[in-house]
């Protein structure tokens, strides 16, 4: 089993616009329901598969520092991370971390990043940046690579 992290942005964006900030050569595939997916296995130069989605009517929850979080985008995008449980899993995180901080200076949407569908690890709404989970900022060492 790996590990898996997602960021999401809320609101009407175009999907391409956020592939060129996470990920410029993902390739693109049409799902069974005529929607778009990209995606890249960058597991050797950055520790990840990301995928890149968007749809609607979205729904989301998590625990976070102070018991539970839910959101409802009516529209979305989807950046998901995923990573092996090996020894790389520390790069990584980094390099995902990296490319969040990007997409966010890049991108002005409400978003939240969450570990594993479970845990919330950072929200952004009305342009405030909130880290949650201090203990998981900490033991990757990534509080740095976030600068807000």
């Not at 929850?61 to 899993?89: C, H, L, R, T």
Request: aromatic letters at 10%; glycine letters at 10%; hydrophobic letters at 45%.
């Amino acid at each position: 089993m790996g590990i898996s992290y997602r960021l999401t942005l809320g609101g009407d964006i175009p999907l391409r616009d956020v592939v060129e900030i996470a990920a410029p050569d993902a390739i693109e595939t049409r799902t069974p329901a005529g929607g778009q997916l990209f995606s890249s296995a960058l597991y050797e130069e950055r520790g990840y598969l990301i995928s890149l989605s968007s749809g609607r009517n979205g729904y989301y929850d998590a625990e976070d520092d102070d018991g539970y979080w839910e959101w409802e985008p009516a529209e979305f995008v989807n950046i998901s991370f995923d990573m092996a449980k090996d020894d790389q899993v520390v790069e990584g995180v980094s390099n995902m971390v990296v490319t969040v901080a990007r997409v966010l200076a890049g991108r002005p949407e409400d978003a939240a990043l969450v570990l594993n569908g479970n845990w919330l690890l950072l929200t952004r709404v009305a342009g405030a940046l909130r880290k949650h989970r201090s203990q998981w900022w900490a033991h990757y060492g990534v509080d740095a690579l976030m600068p807000w």
